[in-house]
């Protein structure tokens, strides 16, 4: 069975500053992670994916996320958050071999001017 | 031109009718899903075609009946409509079936069952 945690419903920073959300995954096999954001009426747009390799990911809008293994976390970062980042976060996992995606329950992320 | 496309954006109805939600996806994509988001943003899989065959099926009423006419579209027909299944239904699409692949998603259709 798979599964993703996001401990946060909210995230709540100020223009300017790093922006945080948590993810954290649990599977049977090698995980494959996802980060996908919500904009409010909006479908889901991909940000990035961690497969293999780097545990360091880039991917778009300036978003990075790092693969813990030991920790099973895929943490999302921003080095300096936009206001035009608040939007809702889902973080996803797909357990090796398997063909369900598991999103996480969202984080709702606001960055105030 | 919409990667991928759902219609109707909004739809109303009464308990019992039956209804059905269409989409597309113009990528050339081999695999497509439903998706159902509920009104606290819970994501849930509800199925999922690779070139028009099911391969995902969750626990989903068999109220629910998807339908692939070609790998290009992935019609969603729900009967004797419930307040329960008031969401919004996401349609999405990937290149392959695979276990990295990343989803497309529709804009979705927002189902009011009063």
């Known amino acids: 069975a798979q599964s993703v945690a996001q401990p946060e419903d909210q995230v709540n920073v100020a223009e300017g500053n790093p922006l945080t959300v948590k993810c954290t995954y649990s599977?049977?096999?090698?995980?494959?992670l996802f980060w996908y954001v919500q904009y409010p009426n909006r479908g889901l747009q991909f940000l990035l994916k961690y497969i293999t390799g780097d545990n360091l990911v880039k991917g778009s809008y300036g978003f990075e996320a790092e693969f813990n293994k030991s920790q099973t976390s895929f943490h999302l970062k921003k080095p300096s958050a936009l206001v035009s980042d608040s939007a809702l976060y889902f973080c996803?996992?797909?357990?090796?071999?398997?063909?369900?995606?598991?999103f996480g329950a969202g984080t709702t992320v606001t960055v105030r001017a | 031109d919409t990667a991928v496309s759902q219609t109707p954006k909004y739809l109303v109805t009464q308990m019992g009718n039956d209804k059905s939600i269409k989409c597309e996806q113009n990528?050339?994509?081999?695999?497509m899903y439903w998706y159902k988001q509920d009104s606290k943003k819970f994501l849930k899989i509800m199925f999922s075609y690779n070139n028009k065959e099911l391969i995902i099926n969750e626990t989903v009423p068999n109220r629910f009946s998807p339908k692939s006419p070609d790998k290009a579209h992935l019609n969603l027909h729900i009967n004797s409509l419930e307040l329960g299944d008031s969401a919004v239904y996401f349609c999405a699409s990937s290149p392959l079936q695979g276990a990295n692949e990343k989803l497309f998603f529709g804009s979705g259709t927002q189902l009011s069952v009063l």
């Open positions: 990528l050339g994509h081999d695999t």
């Open positions: 996803a996992v797909r357990d090796m071999g398997d063909y369900k995606l598991s």
């Open positions: 599977v049977s096999g090698n995980p494959y």
